[in-house]
């Protein structure tokens, strides 16, 4: 829909264009939580094979839209500081399916059948699967922690006070994040409960709380100082019959505004000189037409 009815520029592009594959990147995270629910081992092994498949769909959409993200970064300058946090959204693709491939990797030993893939190798297989996994996940968590700290030197030159407003984007400093810390814990579960990845998971949490309670206490002060939820501001600009001014209407008024009026006054008195020389023209060609008309009678 999105696609035949909006034109899409890749110097607005962000990683926001991924959200149509959210919905199939949570998937394997969910089916790796629910096949250890299952008591059938068909059921669950179903499962798993069809969380595999739509959250390759998921990852793999996903991958073709980092590839533009990265050709905007090289060829643009950094979104501008609204919309900026929204560059956390690429750290989520790679974090949720870190989270899905290595839960469902887990499961696949307790779960295939004997002559799984070929008569009599079915262990064998689960665990090939299992391990292939893990490996692919560790792959991915280095791609997750490269796009966070991407995105986190992005905001540096930003992060001072006044410098960025509040707005909604604001809330991608938490759900994409919330990705890359299930995926460190579930790294250190492959990794046969490495400590010092636990450890960052917890640093991780806690600072994920901390951000949390930080965006929504902006939030409330964004509300009650009129940032958001008002006409003419952010989301709500075209609310209400507002119409959104042009950027060259936006700069006319700033420069109103910056001159203290003079512009106005300036261009009132070049306007009042207009029509009196207009209209001293056109009594001139009256009193021109009335001479003739006495000459001729």
Sequence with gaps: MGWSTTTFTISQMTPIWIFPAYPLLI?????????????????????????YVIQGI?????LMIYAAFIYRLMTQKLPKESVRPGMFVSVGPSG?????????????????PANFMGEG?????GRVGMICANFV?????????WFFFVSVGAHWSCAGRGKMDFAMTWYSFIFPNTALTTA???????????????????VMTVGLLMMWLYVVAMNVRAV?????LWPEKQEDRTEGGWKQQSAD???????????????VRGRTWSLSRTFSRRERAGISVVRRAEAERIVSN
């Design 96 to 112: 949720f399916t870190i989270s899905g491939i290595v839960t469902m990797g887990q499961e696949l030993p307790k779960v295939v």
């Design 58 to 62: 998921g990852f793999l959409v996903s």
């Design 249 to 263: 209407e936006q700069k006319r008024r700033q420069r109103e505004v910056g001159d203290g009026g003079e512009s």
């Design 224 to 228: 009650v100082i009129r940032q958001i």
């Design 137 to 145: 996940g560790l792959w991915l968590w280095g791609l997750a922690l």
């Design 27 to 51: 998937i394997g995270p969910h089916a790796g939580n629910l096949a250890p629910k299952v008591s059938n081992p068909d059921i669950a092994l179903t499962i798993i094979l069809t969380g």
């Design 184 to 202: 460190t814990f579930a790294i250190a579960r492959a990794l046969d409960g490495n400590k010092p990845i636990q450890y960052i998971g917890c």
């Design 121 to 125: 190798i079915g262990e064998l297989a």
